[in-house]
């Protein structure tokens, strides 16, 4: 299985980016696709889930209304388009696949596959 996460760069705020991550090996629509990012100095921290079932998408507190997880299960991919992007955001972002519960989807542990990670910049 790999994952190969994209589309990461230098953004002023404000600014847009679209992050790609591309499964092979696997089946993604049989797996729940999350984003992840770590700050420098800080813990990795979940952003965003595409479940499998149900199409329902959940998002952590500080990037509801800006961003949003979809998933083309025909191209194998997933995506993370992020808007009106800040300071805050710069990190590293992470996919993962997995299948968690409500009540555990920010949690790593209940990921079993990961790609390797696309940095984001935002700087003015």
């Known amino acids: 299985v790999q994952l190969q996460a994209s589309g990461g760069g230098l953004v002023e705020p404000g600014q847009s980016l679209r992050l790609s991550c591309a499964a092979s090996g696997v089946t993604l629509n049989s797996y729940g696709v999350a984003w992840f990012r770590q700050a420098p100095g800080k813990e990795r921290e979940g952003v965003a889930i595409?479940?499998?079932?149900?199409?329902?998408?959940w998002y952590t507190d500080s990037v509801k209304g800006r961003f949003t997880v979809s998933r083309d299960n025909a191209k194998n991919t997933a995506y993370l388009e992020m808007n009106s992007l800040k300071v805050d955001d710069t990190a590293v972002y992470y996919c993962?696949?997995?299948?968690?519960?409500?009540?555990?989807?920010?949690?790593?542990?209940?990921?079993?596959?990961w790609g390797q990670g696309t940095l984001v910049t935002v700087s003015s």
């Open positions: 993962a696949l997995g299948n968690p519960i409500l009540s555990t989807w920010r949690d790593s542990r209940a990921y079993r596959h």
């Open positions: 595409s479940r499998s079932a149900g199409g329902m998408r």
